[in-house]
């Protein structure tokens, strides 16, 4: 069982280049998030998602989209990269049953660097 | 938004037990305290959570105070693998899923 797990670990990209993170999860999660953290801070959550096809706005969603498009997989995109996106990034999921009082479980990141 | 206070460090002898305390004054009745840990360079890991009543696990026990303004994560034998940053977390709607607001957390040293 993998659990959540983040494609690439490492990344260096250009200002103005574009790329994108894939976050997949086995554990059959309706919810999907993806959160930064900046050094000395805690996570900040980017978008999130509640089920296949559907996404919402986090507290830090300028400069990102994202897609659900299966429900195993949650897409983080930059399309220009910019300096201040450098970060570590973490996709997180959770069942919705419960009345989302189920615990997110986390990847290992992804490490972006923007130069 | 319920937000949290704790300690930004703290030290703890390996074989004792660490105990975390976090301040969540503004909690509102329905929301429930949760604990993560981060270990360097790792994803956030789920300890344990609670609405009123004190909880216990194969991790940690979680005391929350009766009128629920504060709670004390409790690691009943710390070994240096504990030493990790500590997140109290109060969770908070975002449309219908939930959203981990985290702060700096406790940065606990574990020390032989």
């Known amino acids: 069982n993998a659990g959540v797990t983040q494609t690439p670990k490492f990344r260096v990209l250009k200002t103005g280049q574009s790329m994108t993170l894939l976050c997949a999860q086995d554990?059959?999660?309706?919810?999907m998030y993806w959160y930064r953290q900046d050094p000395g801070m805690g996570l900040r959550l980017i978008h999130y998602?509640?089920?296949?096809?559907?996404?919402a706005k986090g507290e830090v969603p300028d400069g990102y989209n994202v897609s659900r498009l299966k429900k195993q997989n949650f897409l983080l995109g930059l399309e220009s990269a910019a300096p201040s996106q450098t970060s570590v990034y973490f996709c997180a999921s959770s069942y919705s049953q419960g009345g989302s009082n189920q615990p997110q479980h986390f990847g290992d990141g992804t490490r972006l660097s923007i130069l | 938004d319920a937000k949290t206070t704790q300690p930004p460090s703290m030290d703890c002898a390996e074989g004792r037990a660490a105990n975390l305390p976090c301040n969540h004054s503004t909690i509102s009745g329905n929301e429930y305290v949760y604990w993560y840990r981060q270990i360097h360079s790792q994803g956030p890991q789920y300890i344990i959570h609670g609405l009123k009543n004190n909880e216990t696990n194969e991790m940690a026990s979680l005391i929350i105070t009766e009128d629920r303004k504060s709670s004390t994560l409790i690691l009943p034998h710390a070994t240096l693998r504990d030493t990790a940053v500590y997140y109290c977390i109060v969770r908070v709607r975002a449309g219908t899923a939930s959203k981990l607001t985290f702060g700096t957390g406790t940065r606990l040293q574990v020390t032989l």
């Open positions: 998602s509640v089920g296949e096809g559907t996404t």
């Open positions: 554990m059959n999660h309706e919810y």
